[in-house]
């Protein structure tokens, strides 16, 4: 009951204190504590208790909610699970008000109207839903409002008056402030800036709606101090590190004495509001705010692609996207940008070679094979496309330090390559697995003078890579660039990076038809991670129906195994990285591990362009497994003499498939992405488990000069 809420900071304000509000993670450090805890944070005198649903890539929140996630969910926390928690803990007396916080995938993946009526029934007040932009919170509350829960907004330093505006208009029971920017955590010091942040709140939203300030607060002074300018203080991470540090048995005590020592030992915890539903109603505020608030934001390019794509962030990320879409879009309108990129078509490599495969062709026995040489760029691969462009954009930006994510590498070399080119502080983020499995690459951005971060959390692959180099950006937004490598992520990111890869189908059009008379070829084939380079291929395709084109994710050990990474073959619509696509996930909602021998394509997640595509049936998507992209490596090799990464060579297997079942007059162009150098000790090291299945022994004779 979303009154409830507002009661609490009214008694609060009317008692001549501030509210406090403790966050704890739903079934950590086991789920027979949540309870415990509960009860006595209660006890202690705590007005409102968030209950973090669990998810497994956080990416607002900073290494001590990351792992109290990923134990909760070790624990076989589920969302059902949630609920369940929270109607034992109303049974058991837990009367303060509830609210559930936690991201969007799991509560699509539930539904979100089955879920909004769920927590009703058993006793949830509201919600905060970490990465739910304005536009979709909007419908979800009106769900809220129909089963008379509250739903609260988070608004951040960086938010605009315009955005504050309309999530003021959202908030019926109070507005969650982060006092900064970057992921949650305990500090020893709060943010500067507090007071004149909740005034600029207060006087846009209205000064009836209270605030709750957190992130960083962690001590009664905190408290005080943060209790001067605001309604209510949230602290978080702080009492989760304790109750984690302590035995068990003992946490719901450890719970307890925290509380007091925030509020006092000589405070005096007054007798707890409780409303019954016909209470509610009656009292309920709620019908004055249910105008429905209207999201006025123009893009020069749609942020959906159909049903996907948008813009799934923390809401301090918002504005920092904004300047990047506007930096983008001013750039290629721009002459003179587009003149110094492509100035740099030489130092890239461009046009890169076009040609037909002829022994590839023989071996097929059906359509002939062409190829689109991306391995001859510069660095390698087509990345640097893409890398150089969103530099250029940067230094438009006035930004002076660059990040990038990386799996194979391939991403992390352009991007130090781009940055050593201009001048720029260059840090890559990449899984400590691929450190290892591509340690080459590793040490050519090292020459290059990038700094390599091993991502140690989770799978530690292209994943974690990912979640973390937004962890770091949302922190450090003023000064850093994220040249995101893929074409995933929130918008302008998809669109940014299709633009600046399409120059690879571009020419291949034009390549091809300047030695076809002028015809086009039947099919395009690409390999599918992120989205990329297929989508760099494809897009020039799209509306020529006459084209297929297919895309060949990773099969890893096989569709009827968990370890693979074909997303839009096995995967189903979900948010993840900020965007709405398709993504490899559980019955809950959680991101699935993921699996490939090559490491580019090992994520769980697809570019939402290559998801409406799929949708609506304009390309089409198959999976080689991991030895079938071994004999793509091979024939590639051995019959053209051309090594190509272990991406590309799902490519070259799934062309090679499909160029056997046309006839001989038609042709297909098969997107050599990138070289396969980085990828000789990956192939030395699975060669041993996989060559047998196709056939294939490298194993070094005996030495024949002795």
Known sequence: MSELIRQTFANAKAQGRKALVNFITAGYPTIED???????MQSAGV??????????????DGPTIQQANNVALDNGITVPKCLDLVKQARAEGVVVPIILMGYYNPILKYD????????????????????????????????????????????????????????????????????????????KTVSFGIEDLCARVSSIVGKDIPLAVG?????????????????????????????????PGQRGKV???????????????????????????????????EAKPIIEETHKYNPRFGDFGGQYVPEALHSCLAELEKGFEDAVADPKFWDEFKSLYSYIGRPSSFHKAERLTEYAGGAQIWLKREDLNHTGSHKINNALAQVLIAKRLGKKKIIAETGAGQHGVATAT????????????????DVRRQALNVFRMRILGAKVVAVKNGTQTLRDATSEAFRFWVSNLETTHYVVGSAIGPHPYPTLVRTFQSVIGQETKEQFKALNNGKLPNAVVACVGGGSNSTGMFSPFEK????????????????????????????????????????LQDSDGQVH?????????????????????????????????????????????????????????????GGVELAKTLPKDQHIVINVSGRGDKDVQSVAEVLPKLGPEINWDLRFEADPSK
């Open 544 to 583: 020529d129906l006459e084209v297929k084109m297919l895309g060949v994710e990773a099969g890893g050990d096989g569709l009827d195994t968990d370890r693979h990474s074909a997303t839009l073959t096995a995967g189903i619509p979900g948010v993840f990285h900020g965007v709405k696509t398709y993504v």
């Open 255 to 289: 719970a307890y004495d925290y509380v007091r020592s925030i509020l006092g030992e000589d405070y005096q915890v007054p007798e707890q509001v409780v409303l019954t539903k016909s209470d509610s109603s009656s009292t309920s505020t709620s019908t004055s705010r």
């Open 34 to 40: 949540t309870l415990p805890i509960l009860k006595n």
């Open 47 to 60: 007005d409102i208790i968030e209950l973090g649903i669990p998810f497994s890539d956080p990416i607002a």
């Open 418 to 433: 781009a940055c050593a080119k201009f001048g720029l502080e260059c840090t890559v983020f990449m899984g400590a697995e």
């Open 112 to 187: 979100e109207v089955k879920f909004v009526e769920d927590a009703a029934k058993v006793g949830a007040n509201g919600f905060i839903i970490v990465d739910l932009p304005p536009e979709e919170a909007i419908r979800f509350r009106s769900l809220c409002i129909k089963n008379e829960l509250s739903y609260v907004p988070l608004v951040a330093p960086a938010t605009t008056n315009e955005r504050l505006k309309v999530l003021g208009e959202i908030a019926d029971s109070f507005i969650y402030v982060v006092s900064k920017m970057g992921t949650t955590g305990a500090s």
């Open 593 to 653: 591990d993921t699996h490939s021998v090559s490491a580019g394509l090992d994520y769980p997640g697809v570019g939402p362009e290559l998801a409406f595509w799929k949708s609506t049936g304009r390309a089409d998507f198959i999976a080689a497994t991991d030895a079938q992209a071994l004999q793509g490596f091979k024939l590639l090799s051995q019959l053209e003499g051309i090594i190509p990464a272990l991406e590309s060579s799902h490519a070259i297997y």
């Open 215 to 247: 992130f960083g607060v962690s001590t009664r002074d905190h408290f005080l101090a943060v209790g001067k300018v605001a309604d209510g203080v949230v602290i978080g991470s702080k009492i989760v590190t304790l109750i984690g540090e302590s035995q």
